[in-house]
């Protein structure tokens, strides 16, 4: 299990670590570099996700017969598969098994547009395809995080491998809205072709490339973990979870997905139906959204080294509730280097168990969102056109920061508090406490 003290005091790690059995020593990888080849697992997920998904399956439903009900209740089971995160985070850490869970998820993702382009004339199996693809989602988004948050890298290297890491996802974006801006006019059986081609060479590359941070990875935990009593078997009961600073938190990331992914699952049929903008148009606008993601991310990721991940979180948010408008969409993509990147650490400060799982429950809280916001936006739209949608995310951008100032900025100004008055032993004991 990942000790996740290192939230407290992170260390760089030492060139030799003694094996659980202290019967040998252990050469340690090389040292982390700001870019390494296996976070290309989130440029496959910004390739999926935040690109082909977004703006092939919503047209490809509404084209094979289904309306915008249809298109986002497959948007909403996509949401529901990635509520495996919570059981694939706590399988990854159990087992140490993050390297086979990512490249696996990345798999995955290849095989359901696959899958897509096989049932294009086939509206049975748009489910099961949705379960494969949501799943696979999940599996990564639970566990590239783990292999920075949960190596015990200083603050430093942290920052710098977290925000390489999220720029991955927008460069994705990038990369996916100008290919299926050039090739509209393809069928969709063929775009799903290319689609699922393009995801398997991250794929490759990152299978072939991860073996030494998961190496690395391992040490972390075999230097930090105390073993607990049950083995580290024990599961985290739903009280933990929801009951405390983290449940706070979960509830603003459910608002917040609400309003995101909301409106992420009908973007295709907003741009043009609400403003006039025709599919190519509106890839070109993804795109050009993932490209001042890029930028963004690399003020974010400095504020979030000199203030911590908080101040960029509360950024995030409150730009969300104010994404409203022409400008919207923009204003609404560019909101998420700041969410994002803060995200993982923040989970690890406020959870009250292992980093696997605290990533996995950040994916869950999405997939709610998503899963809620694409069956009630689907409704909206069908019931009052589709600019509903758009005032829905407005709403739930607002219930998100409410909660955010209400509840969840007052319980982190007491954390941080009381990590300022405790001596390093006493947080280092609380942080093995995490695993008891």
């Known amino acids: 299990m990942l000790d996740t003290v290192a939230l407290y005091g992170p260390r ?22 700001t870019f390494e080849w296996w976070m290309l697992s ?17 047209p490809y ?83 590239a995080p783990v292999f920075i948050v949960g190596a015990r890298l200083d603050q430093k290297t942290e920052a710098k491998q977290m925000t390489t890491l999220q720029l991955m996802m927008p460069a994705g974006q990038l990369v996916g809205g100008l290919v299926l801006a050039v090739v509209a006019g393809w069928t969709f059986a063929n ?35 105390t073993v607990p009593r049950d083995g580290g078997r024990k599961k985290i009961g739903l009280s933990k979870v929801l009951l405390s600073t983290f449940g706070i938190y979960f509830a603003v990331l459910v608002f917040t997905s609400i309003a995101n992914n909301g409106v992420n699952a009908q973007i295709a049929n907003i741009m043009p139906n609400v403003y006039g903008v025709d599919a190519k148009t509106t890839s070109a606008l993804i795109s050009l959204a993932g490209l001042l993601n890029i930028v963004l991310y690399f003020p974010a990721g400095r504020w979030m080294a000199r203030k911590g991940p908080f101040p960029p979180f509360m950024a995030g948010i409150v730009g969300r509730m104010i994404a409203v408008g022409v400008a919207f969409m923009q204003l609404m993509y560019q909101t998420a280097p700041f969410v994002r ?3 993982p650490g923040l989970a690890v400060r406020f959870a009250n168990f292992p ?39 407005a709403a739930a951008g607002a219930g998100a920061a409410l909660i955010l100032f209400m509840w969840l900025k007052p319980a982190e100004k007491r954390m941080r508090e009381r990590e300022e008055t405790l001596p390093d032993d006493l947080l280092k004991d609380e942080g093995a406490a995490k695993h008891e």
């Open 61 to 143: 439903v509404s084209d094979s017969g289904g309306d915008a009900s249809t298109a986002g209740i497959v948007m909403a089971i996509i949401a529901l598969g990635a509520l495996g995160g919570p059981p694939i985070g706590a399988f990854a850490d159990r087992y140490s098994a993050h390297r086979l869970v990512m490249v696996s998820g990345i798999g995955g993702m290849a095989l359901s547009f696959a899958a897509y382009a096989l049932s294009a004339d086939n509206s049975a199996l748009y489910a099961l395809d949705a379960i494969l693809m949501g799943i696979s989602v999940a599996a990564v988004s639970a566990t």
């Open 191 to 225: 775009r799903f072709w290319l689609v699922a081609i393009i995801v398997a060479v991250p794929f490759v590359v990152v299978w072939l490339t991860t073996g030494d941070v998961s190496e690395r990875l391992r040490l972390a935990v075999a230097q930090a973990t």
């Open 341 to 343: 990147l803060a995200q």
């Open 355 to 393: 980093a696997g799982q605290a990533s996995g429950w950040v994916i869950a809280g999405s997939a709610i969102g998503s899963f809620v916001g694409s069956l009630l936006g689907g409704y909206l739209a069908d019931a009052y056109g589709y600019n509903a949608v758009n005032w829905m995310a």
């Open 12 to 33: 760089l790690l030492p060139v030799l670590y003694a094996d659980p059995d202290m019967t040998a020593q252990t050469v340690a990888p090389p040292p982390p570099k």
């Open 42 to 58: 989130m440029f496959a997920l910004g390739v999926s996700y935040s690109a082909f998904v977004s703006l092939l399956i919503p």
